[in-house]
């Protein structure tokens, strides 16, 4: 029998001790052993819950006990979760958690703890909620050089997207219903700027190009400035804006990576991902492009992924998975300016003038004093260049 202890009864801890409970015999038969919640760690207290007498209030409880092997760590954040993760391995504990902003920021240190003490930290629902991506590059796509990574990696902001273009929901109404569905953050402004898909590409990155990207250093920009009017000119040219996180390997043995909304023609599958669904891309050198897609977000399809690392933890007491990514250096990371790309553009000028600033443009459409238009390819630091100071309403790059 494994015992395993739960740290963090929110949405996605419940829904670990809830599918252990719904499918507990083809959760054991695949650990080849009993899986058993021994105990629930949470400040709060949950007196009417059927688990009631498996909480505890004490991690000293959980760590003293010789009897549970693995922790699963869903408090999230880096403050008691990153205390509590490494004293688990320092006590003999594997580690399976679905905390983003802590194997974003820390995994690579973690990662070297639990090599030095023959243990497993797993993190396969850090990124993409159910879908299995991160044993996917690490393992299935290893014979690749992978060159780009990119991808929905929000489901919150997928969702927002959608209901607003789709059901005219309003960014208010859309964004209560995420919280409601359990898909944001407990504070929603890390989906919202893009900082939860800046920490998955980050992951994403970390593992492909085998360096760590500290998270502080990608250019984020989130959903909170796309307009009606962006997503309307979307439309036009039958796209969609999508927030994305995008990671290349350059030549130079350097990475880039950023989030920022692109418009997404139709041709590019990922337009139609639509809701909680997040989609990535995976490009490699023999492999070519390699896609999954499924629900990034949401109690049980995230409860589905660290349940099978908690499998994997099980069979694997005495053999470590080979997961693992080096310190990475100050110059590894390289600016996202010089990319090409092609670019949608409003402006608050006229056909003339934009032809004469940008050379060749494709106009989508034209207000009183303001043209939408598309140009390129060029990359983001010609641009600023050519407009000299000059201001844009708006401005995506154009993911083809
Ligand atoms: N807030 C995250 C999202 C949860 O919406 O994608 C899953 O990581």
Request: charged residues 25%; aromatic residues 8%.
């Given at each position: 029998?494994?015992?395993?202890?739960?740290?963090?009864?929110?949405?996605?801890?419940?829904?670990?001790?809830?599918?252990?409970?719904?499918?507990?015999?083809?959760?054991?038969?695949?650990?080849?052993?009993?899986?058993?919640?021994?105990?629930?760690?949470?400040?709060?207290?949950?007196?009417?819950?059927?688990?009631?007498?498996?909480?505890?209030?004490?991690?000293?409880?959980?760590?003293?006990?010789?009897?549970?092997?693995?922790?699963?760590?869903?408090?999230?954040?880096?403050?008691?979760?990153?205390?509590?993760?490494?004293?688990?391995?320092?006590?003999?504990?594997?580690?399976?958690?679905?905390?983003?902003?802590?194997?974003?920021?820390?995994?690579?240190?973690?990662?070297?703890?639990?090599?030095?003490?023959?243990?497993?930290?797993?993190?396969?629902?850090?990124?993409?909620?159910?879908?299995?991506?991160?044993?996917?590059?690490?393992?299935?796509?290893?014979?690749?050089?992978?060159?780009?990574?990119?991808?929905?990696?929000?489901?919150?902001?997928?969702?927002?997207?959608?209901?607003?273009?789709?059901?005219?929901?309003?960014?208010?109404?859309?964004?209560?219903?995420?919280?409601?569905?359990?898909?944001?953050?407990?504070?929603?402004?890390?989906?919202?700027?893009?900082?939860?898909?800046?920490?998955?590409?980050?992951?994403?990155?970390?593992?492909?190009?085998?360096?760590?990207?500290?998270?502080?250093?990608?250019?984020?920009?989130?959903?909170?400035?796309?307009?009606?009017?962006?997503?309307?000119?979307?439309?036009?040219?039958?796209?969609?804006?999508?927030?994305?996180?995008?990671?290349?390997?350059?030549?130079?043995?350097?990475?880039?990576?950023?989030?920022?909304?692109?418009?997404?023609?139709?041709?590019?599958?990922?337009?139609?991902?639509?809701?909680?669904?997040?989609?990535?891309?995976?490009?490699?050198?023999?492999?070519?492009?390699?896609?999954?897609?499924?629900?990034?977000?949401?109690?049980?399809?995230?409860?589905?992924?660290?349940?099978?690392?908690?499998?994997?933890?099980?069979?694997?007491?005495?053999?470590?998975?080979y997961i693992y990514w080096e310190k990475g250096s100050e110059d590894y990371l390289s600016?996202?300016?010089?990319?090409?790309?092609?670019?949608?553009?409003?402006?608050?000028?006229?056909?003339?003038?934009?032809?004469?600033?940008?050379?060749?443009?494709?106009?989508?459409?034209?207000?009183?004093?303001?043209?939408?238009?598309?140009?390129?390819?060029?990359?983001?630091?010609?641009?600023?260049?050519?407009?000299?100071?000059?201001?844009?309403?708006?401005?995506?790059?154009?993911?083809?």
């Open positions: 029998m494994v015992n395993i202890a739960v740290l963090g009864y929110g949405v996605v801890g419940s829904g670990v001790v809830e599918l252990i409970k719904t499918n507990y015999e083809k959760i054991s038969s695949s650990a080849a052993q009993e899986v058993k919640v021994k105990y629930i760690l949470d400040v709060r207290s949950f007196p009417d819950s059927p688990y009631a007498e498996l909480f505890v209030d004490s991690f000293e409880v959980i760590e003293n006990d010789p009897q549970v092997q693995i922790v699963v760590e869903t408090i999230g954040g880096t403050g008691a979760a990153y205390e509590y993760t490494k004293r688990s391995i320092l006590a003999g504990k594997s580690v399976v958690t679905s905390n983003k902003e802590l194997v974003a920021v820390h995994g690579q240190e973690i990662l070297e703890l639990a090599r030095q003490k023959n243990l497993n930290y797993l993190f396969e629902a850090s990124v993409g909620g159910g879908i299995p991506i991160l044993r996917p590059i690490s393992q299935c796509l290893s014979a690749n050089e992978i060159y780009e990574i990119y991808g929905i990696l929000n489901g919150t902001t997928n969702y927002i997207l959608s209901q607003m273009l789709l059901n005219g929901s309003s960014f208010e109404k859309a964004l209560e219903n995420a919280k409601a569905k359990g898909y944001a953050e407990a504070d929603p402004t890390a989906d919202i700027k893009g900082i939860d898909t800046c920490r998955k590409i980050c992951i994403l990155a970390d593992l492909a190009f085998g360096s760590h990207i500290n998270p502080d250093r990608v250019p984020t920009y989130g959903i909170e400035n796309i307009t009606e009017e962006d997503m309307a000119y979307a439309k036009v040219m039958g796209a969609k804006i999508k927030l994305v996180g995008r990671a290349l390997r350059r030549e130079e043995d350097s990475v880039v990576a950023y989030v920022a909304p692109h418009i997404l023609p139709e041709s590019n599958l990922l337009s139609n991902v639509e809701d909680v669904f997040n989609c990535i891309v995976v490009r490699g050198n023999a492999i070519g492009d390699a896609m999954f897609y499924g629900k990034g977000a949401g109690k049980l399809p995230t409860a589905s992924a660290v349940v099978a690392d908690v499998i994997d933890a099980a069979k694997h007491f005495n053999a470590r998975k600016d996202p300016l010089l990319m090409e790309s092609r670019w949608f553009i409003r402006a608050e000028m006229g056909e003339e003038e934009a032809e004469k600033i940008f050379g060749s443009i494709q106009v989508i459409g034209e207000k009183p004093g303001a043209i939408a238009f598309t140009v390129g390819p060029v990359s983001e630091k010609v641009l600023i260049e050519k407009l000299n100071g000059r201001r844009l309403i708006s401005c995506y790059r154009i993911l083809d």
